[in-house]
């Protein structure tokens, strides 16, 4: 089994609220050296057999994000083998 992983985030030039709230926040709990925050979202795409990138840009540029105001970048990341030692 392949795992694909979606990294979804608001362009550059998009307003973040969300970020913008948290980075407000931060003072308060005593940080002070962050300069921003930008909030996005991780999917993970689980294929049966080899990971199919094309098939996963595919999935996030039609269904997974929204290509006016999001970007989105793909990896290829290792599953844990089954049954192995924790």
Do not use: C, H, W, Y
């Not at 407000?24 to 294929?47: H, M, Q, T, W, Y």
């Not at 595919?58 to 006016?68: G, H, R, S, T, W």
């Amino acid at each position: 089994m392949a795992r694909v992983v979606v990294d979804v985030m608001l362009k550059p030039e998009i307003l973040d609220p969300q970020g913008q709230a948290v980075a407000n926040a931060l003072p308060r709990l005593g940080v002070a050296d962050v300069a921003s925050v930008r909030i996005g979202k991780r999917i993970e795409i689980e294929f049966d057999g080899a990971a199919d990138l094309d098939r996963a840009r595919e999935i996030a540029d039609k269904l997974l994000a929204n290509p006016v105001i999001e970007d989105f970048t793909l990896r290829v990341e290792e599953t844990p083998a089954e049954g192995g030692d924790q």
